[in-house]
Every structure is written in C-alpha cells, then in structure tokens.
C-alpha cells in the first residue's frame, strides 16, 4: 500500500511538473534538459563549432540541447560534432552519431576514436547514474566509480583546455568525488540547477582545464 502511495504521489508530482509539461512543449524527450541549459547558459559552455562527447547519453534530451545549440541560428545542420554513447540503445537524433556499448571495451572506443576522427573534445557530458540499491555505502562506490571513468575518459579524449560536466549525488560519497575533481581540474565549480527536483540530493560538477591531460 506505501508503495502505491509513493508512486501516486510521484506520478501527481511529474505530471505538474513546469519541466515535464515545457519538455513537452519544446519537443524534448525528458525534462533533464533544463538542467544542461540552465547550467550552459550560467557557464557558457556549449558553442558552435565545437566537439562534444555525451557518455550515458540516453534517452537523449541533453543530446537534443546540444544538436540545437551546435545547429546555430541557421536551424540547418550542425556546426561541429556530438557523439553519444550508452550501453543502452537510444532513438537516432539528426547530425549525431551515437555508439551503443560501454566504453571500457576497446571496440567501443575504437569506433569512439573513428568518430572523433583524429580530433580532441571540447566539451566532455556524464549524466551516468548507477543503478541505486538503497545501501548508501555500495551506492556511493558505484557513482565514484562512475565518476573515475568520466575523469579518465576526460583525460583520454578532451583538450587540455576543455570542460568535464558530470552528474553526481550531494551524499556520504560526495567529498571524495569532489576531491577528485579538485584534483584533476584547474577550476571546480558544483551546480544545482533549478530544474534538479529539491529533493534530489542530485549535483552537478563543472570541471575545467585538465592538470594531468593525456600525453
């Protein structure tokens, strides 16, 4: 019985959402991208002409926000390049080439590496969440982990000079995924967009200028 009034009440809580009834509106596939444009439009980060790598990119909508932020005021195609990949499958969006596979595996990244076609990213997007199990200990292992790989990937493939945005959760495993980051990047700033539900302990980390970029 609990558990139909939680889902009640979050069913209540999502149909009037501003943000669920603007992603509507607006044509984009989930409410989430109103937090990359809120933090985009705060921070400046995304640009025409740029290369932007997504990891755990699907369903898609911050892919929608960069695809039309790329496209320009023109609206035709896009001016640079927007890779996505997740291990899940995710509905084709125009002018971006989407890799479905976990990146850890070397065939993944060797399709990565086709697509990127010799160049560097500007941008590097992780809204990668780990399946939550409810023991706060095993959770916050799995999102730092999360996190490694997002910097690791960064380090790999993004420009001394670029911007690692990644999802994180304000919990007991907070401090050492911010530490890392400090650790990593030459500026550090944590973002709490007005789209990210008050009772999300969700946070964003905007990372900038690689300390240790690949050789």
């Not at 989407?98 to 399709?111: M, P, Y």
């Amino acid at each position: 019985m609990a558990k139909n009034k939680i889902n009640k009440s979050w069913l209540h809580d999502h149909l009037n959402d501003p943000y669920v009834k603007l992603a509507q509106k607006e044509g984009y596939r989930a409410r989430a991208a109103y937090k990359l444009k809120e933090i985009d439009e705060e921070a400046k980060l995304i640009k025409p002409g740029q290369v932007i790598v997504e990891l755990g990119s699907t369903p898609g909508s911050w892919s929608q926000y960069v695809r039309r932020k790329l496209a320009g005021a023109d609206g035709g195609g896009i001016h640079g390049r927007l890779i996505g990949l997740d291990i899940l499958p995710m509905e084709p969006i125009a002018d971006m080439h989407f890799i479905q596979g976990d990146f850890r595996e070397e065939s993944v990244l060797a399709e990565l590496e086709q697509a990127l076609e010799g160049a560097k990213a500007d941008l590097v997007l992780s809204d990668m969440a780990p399946n939550l199990s409810g023991i706060a200990d095993a959770d916050a292992a799995r999102m730092e982990h999360l996190i490694d790989l997002a910097i690791e990937f960064a380090q790999q493939h993004m420009k001394p000079g670029g911007a690692l945005l990644a999802k994180c959760f304000k919990d007991s495993g907070f401090n050492p995924i911010l530490d890392k980051f400090k650790a990593e990047f030459k500026t550090v700033q944590q973002k709490k967009p007005k789209a990210s539900r008050d009772k999300s302990s969700e946070i964003f980390l905007l990372g900038r200028g690689l300390k240790h970029p690949a050789a």
